[in-house]
């Protein structure tokens, strides 16, 4: 089966820039999703098809993915930022989800 | 605006079967222009995929799941309905149902989550 790598926890200043990786074999021949979620709420998705934001998402969110890691970029990061981040692929007709990165926002 | 909202037991005890059902509201089911998900929380927060229905009636199941997991439709009552049979303490978790377009491939909209406990 195939499976997602995310690192465990990213930390990040105010205003800088995080990056959170989603490891998978040749990632870059799929297409990525990412979820963020705060505690309590259901996951909301920032990113879908790699790159592409779904209506409403800041463009301080974008993605990128190529070869066997795919990048969530978090630009300018404001305290809202902190909550989990999970990647996302359809391997054939099975979703995967990455075990998700706790952002923290110092 | 549609809207999903899980509902069901909040307390099993092992070897039954979980029955979960997400209606619909602001839109129909029955539009094959969308795919309906559940989609899983355990404890420790890594999401697991369990199933999709899509074109009214067609389903796929996540191969670790797929001998115990139905995904049915109730076009009458505009809900989608989820059944775990055989559960154990593994089964824990908060259950969401997720819908997502064919254009985008993406489950966009969520319910709120029904938590279930298996004890």
């Known amino acids: 089966s195939y499976e997602l790598t995310q690192p465990l926890s990213v930390s990040v200043a105010l205003g800088q820039t995080a990056s959170i990786s989603c490891g998978g074999n040749?990632?870059?021949?799929?297409?990525v999703q990412w979820y963020q979620q705060k505690p309590g709420q259901a996951p909301l998705l920032l990113i879908y098809?790699?790159?592409r934001r779904p209506h409403g998402i800041p463009e301080r969110f974008s993605g990128s993915n190529s070869g066997n890691t795919a990048t969530l970029t978090i630009s300018r990061a404001q305290v809202g930022d902190e909550a989990d981040y999970f990647c996302?692929?359809?391997?054939?007709?099975?979703?995967?989800f990455g075990p998700g990165t706790e952002v923290t926002v110092l | 605006q549609v809207g999903l909202q899980e509902s069901g037991p909040g307390l099993l005890r092992p070897s039954q079967t979980l029955s979960l059902t997400c209606t619909v509201s602001?839109?129909?089911?029955?539009?094959?222009?969308?795919?309906y998900n559940w989609i899983r929380q355990a404890a420790g927060n890594r999401l697991e995929w369990i199933g999709r229905?899509?074109?009214?009636?067609?389903?796929d199941y996540n191969p670790s799941l797929k001998n115990r997991v139905i995904i049915s439709v109730d076009m009458s009552k505009n809900q989608l309905s989820l059944e775990l049979s055989s559960v154990t303490a593994a089964d824990t978790a908060v259950y969401y149902c997720?819908?997502?377009?064919?254009?985008?491939?993406?489950?966009?909209?969520w319910g709120q989550g029904t938590t279930v406990i298996v004890s």
């Open positions: 997720a819908r997502m377009s064919s254009s985008i491939m993406a489950p966009d909209v």
């Open positions: 602001g839109g129909s089911i029955r539009s094959g222009s969308y795919y």
């Open positions: 229905m899509y074109s009214v009636g067609r389903t």
């Open positions: 040749n990632i870059g021949n799929k297409n």
């Open positions: 098809a790699d790159s």
């Open positions: 996302q692929v359809w391997d054939s007709t099975t979703g995967v």
